[in-house]
């Protein structure tokens, strides 16, 4: 082996040792912000848990106020070719529960869906389809909050045009499968319909969308139903 190969090998073993590990999606920048984004390789080797444990990591940062120093600029650049996000998160409208702040996540990491009461139709179901079965996400998030409008409007039987009668459809089968007095100033039975609520639309998910749910059968997805306190910032998981 001569002077040059030596360098040539050696040159690639530092090479080797200097490419971040595989799990460590994350590159940090020079004043500690981190600049890298998710990869191909990041997102094959992701499995659901982990990303889910990702997702509950990052709210625990946010709750703490201790969010990671993002290189918003350098993520931008990063993904301007491609996308390979952890995860899928449906979330309501609700500006309170602004979701890639809540799990402290960065350009790139999650796709997000939003519609009041955090409920399913065919626009939603395609969407979450693509994420998982197109672009690899591992993981499904259906997010509910707590005194949702949407779900607070159902209960009153609010009215106001087709339109929000199209959406408040979808929460009310949540509505009667909980017991007590309908009633929308009673935080218990508001709250227990906001989480019968995800779990009904995980249901759907599961029946409607024969996509995700093979992926879920197959080990290639979770899918997860989580409750965000308006309080505190917190995201809980529900059974
Ligand atoms: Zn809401």
């Given at each position: 082996m001569n002077t040059k190969s030596i360098f040539a090998a050696?040159?690639?073993?530092?090479?080797?040792?200097?490419?971040?590990?595989?799990?460590?999606?994350?590159?940090?920048?020079?004043?500690?912000?981190?600049?890298?984004?998710m990869t191909k390789d990041s997102q094959d080797k992701l499995t659901s848990d982990a990303a889910l444990n990702d997702?509950?990591?990052?709210?625990?940062r946010f709750v703490a106020n201790r969010p990671d120093k993002l290189d918003l600029p350098a993520?931008?650049?990063?993904?301007?070719?491609?996308?390979y996000p952890k995860a899928v998160i449906l979330?309501?409208?609700?500006?309170?529960?602004?979701v890639e702040m809540v799990f402290d996540q960065g350009i790139g990491d999650v796709f997000v869906a939003r519609v009041a009461g955090n409920t399913e139709d065919e626009s939603v179901l395609g969407s979450m389809e693509y994420a998982t079965a197109v672009a690899g996400s591992k993981l499904v998030m259906?997010?509910?909050?707590?005194?949702c409008g949407a779900v607070k409007a159902g209960i009153d039987k609010f009215e106001a045009g087709e339109n929000v009668a199209h959406l408040l459809g979808a929460i009310e089968p949540a509505i009667e499968k909980v017991k007590g007095d309908r009633n929308s100033s009673d935080?218990?039975?508001?709250?227990?319909?906001?989480k019968v609520n995800v779990q009904e639309t995980i249901d759907d998910i599961r029946e409607r969308s024969p996509i995700m749910a093979g992926l879920e059968k197959e080990g290639k997805i979770k899918i997860v139903g989580a409750y965000y306190n308006l309080h505190t910032g917190e995201v809980s998981l529900l059974d």
């Open positions: 050696a040159t690639l073993a530092i090479a080797f040792l200097l490419t971040p590990s595989i799990t460590q999606a994350h590159n940090h920048g020079p004043d500690g912000e981190k600049s890298g984004v997702l509950m990591e990052g709210n625990k993520q931008v650049k990063a993904t301007a070719t491609g996308q979330s309501c409208i609700d500006s309170r529960v602004p259906v997010l509910g909050h707590e005194a935080k218990k039975y508001v709250e227990e319909v906001i």
